[in-house]
């Protein structure tokens, strides 16, 4: 499942076509017809449901800037990419920009047109370096990210300071409890935390992004270094046999644990830390146990520094359009009011000033660590292949769910390797 995914059925923004037009038209199964003309006023931008929030404000200031009305045109996000290859594969599209997740990049380069003159050197400063570098494909940049996110690392900031626990962690381990800044202070953490019904931390086996931060921080490429599948490699096991290594500190079940069941044991009190997008700060029920005793800590680094695993999406132009001018100034209003998308539901944007400007208001603290982990020197985006999310369904993910459950590291990524090799032929 797609990152961008998980995170809107985490936070439940909505279904297909509960929010609509800022200008008014329907909303189908059919979306709104094809614009015609250079000069439309009307621009029609498809979005994955939950999508929409981010964008109304940009949606709304881009009328008062430059006089284009938006439609919005929502649908689940396992209909987008069918009707995206659909439409781009007819030559005929009935919307003029789409949210591409990340990962569909590489499908549909050939079908989306260069917006590099949105692509200052100024720009390119505020944009986070990973995104640069995985928006511009084959020499043109062809998509401006509208919103990313990262995992950081949430803690029980009321447990860290309590007394006792400072006191007994100290005796145990010879130094000062405190938010992790190494992975063996993690470990650590995790181990003595894990009494009394609760646990150090969770293992997501049924995700593949966190262990696949590990194997960059070990300095790896994920999976793939460009056509050569490298997922066997030292950096790969040292990876996982390191995330395997907590689910000791870890609830049971680690093989069927994701994104939703980690969010609810955190928020339930169930574990002392987690390893969570960001974007989960700020949405911890205020009914939860843990509500206001959470403090956020940018992700760990490994010896090849700092890494985390963006969840980028972008706003691209199809070649198709007849309002290929008003998509490009709506994508420039994207630009320009990035930072509206942080006062959405989501609360996301995509420029380093837009979450720096929020970095020190109350409610925001997990911004900085975001900042942080995002401008690793090893954070990377998910490799460039159109292959991509085969390979996490049908390889990565039942390798984890494997791996937790006991099975031999070393054995499951021999097998992988020929198993991907066998996907790209």
């Known amino acids: 499942m797609s990152t961008r995914n998980t995170i809107s059925r985490l936070v439940t923004l909505g279904g297909l076509c509960t929010a609509v037009a800022l200008a008014a038209t329907g909303c189908g199964a059919g979306g709104p017809a094809p614009t015609s003309g250079?000069?439309?006023?009307?621009?029609?931008?498809?979005?994955?449901?939950?999508?929409?929030?981010?964008?109304?404000?940009?949606?709304?200031?881009?009328?008062?800037?430059?006089?284009?009305?938006?439609?919005?045109v929502e649908l689940p996000y396992d209909g987008m990419f069918n009707r995206l290859s659909s439409e781009f594969s007819s030559g005929n599209v009935s919307f003029d920009v789409?949210?591409?997740?990340?990962?569909?990049?590489?499908?549909?380069?050939?079908?989306?047109?260069?917006?590099?003159?949105?692509?200052?050197?100024?720009a390119k400063k505020d944009i986070f370096p990973a995104l640069v570098k995985e928006a511009n494909v084959d020499g043109h940049f062809i998509g401006l990210p509208a919103w990313t996110n990262a995992e950081i690392i949430l803690y029980r900031?009321?447990?860290?300071?309590?007394?006792?626990?400072?006191?007994?962690?100290?005796?145990?381990?010879?130094?000062?409890?405190?938010?992790?800044?190494?992975?063996?202070?993690?470990?650590?953490?995790?181990?003595?935390?894990?009494?009394?019904?609760?646990?150090g931390t969770d293992v997501k086996g049924a995700v593949e992004t966190e262990w696949l931060a590990h194997v960059l921080q070990a300095g790896s490429p994920m999976v793939l270094d460009g056509e050569n599948v490298v997922i066997d490699n030292a950096a790969h096991k040292e990876a996982l046999d390191f995330y395997v290594s907590l689910t000791k500190s870890a609830p049971p079940g680690a093989a069927q644990v994701d994104w939703a069941a980690a969010?609810?044991?955190?928020?339930?009190?169930?574990?002392?830390?987690?390893?969570?997008?960001?974007?989960?700060?700020?949405?911890?029920?205020k009914d939860s146990p843990v509500a206001g005793k959470v403090g956020a800590a940018a992700m760990i680094g490994g010896s090849a520094g700092v890494a985390g695993v963006p969840g980028p999406w972008y706003l691209s132009v199809p070649k198709a359009t007849k309002n290929a001018d008003s998509a490009k100034k709506f994508?420039?209003?994207?630009?320009?009011?990035?930072?509206?998308?942080?006062?959405?539901?989501?609360?996301?944007?995509?420029?380093?000033?837009?979450?720096?400007?929020?970095?020190?208001?109350?409610?925001?603290?997990?911004?900085?660590?975001?900042i942080e982990t995002l401008n690793g020197k090893a954070t990377a985006t998910r490799p460039a292949t159109a292959k991509w999310q085969q390979i996490v369904d049908t390889v990565l993910v039942p390798l984890l769910q494997k791996a937790v459950a006991g099975g031999d590291s070393a054995t499951l990524l021999a097998e992988a390797k020929k198993q991907i090799q066998d996907l790209l032929k």
């Open 157 to 199: 900031k009321d447990l860290f300071e309590d007394a006792k626990n400072k006191a007994d962690f100290q005796a145990k381990y010879g130094y000062e409890l405190a938010a992790p800044t190494t992975w063996k202070q993690y470990q650590d953490i995790s181990e003595f935390f894990t009494k009394d019904g609760m646990y």
């Open 331 to 370: 994508i420039k209003c994207a630009y320009d009011h990035n930072g509206l998308g942080i006062e959405s539901s989501l609360g996301l944007a995509s420029r380093i000033s837009a979450f720096e400007k929020y970095q020190d208001q109350p409610g925001y603290e997990s911004f900085k660590p975001l």
């Open 263 to 285: 969010q609810n044991l955190f928020n339930q009190g169930k574990t002392a830390m987690t390893r969570f997008w960001a974007h989960a700060y700020r949405q911890i029920p």
């Open 38 to 72: 250079s000069a439309a006023s009307t621009v029609n931008v498809l979005v994955e449901a939950g999508g929409h929030a981010e964008l109304t404000g940009v949606a709304e200031q881009c009328k008062k800037d430059a006089g284009i009305d938006v439609n919005f």
């Open 98 to 122: 789409a949210a591409l997740d990340s990962v569909w990049l590489p499908s549909f380069k050939d079908a989306v047109q260069p917006i590099d003159e949105i692509f200052t050197d100024e």
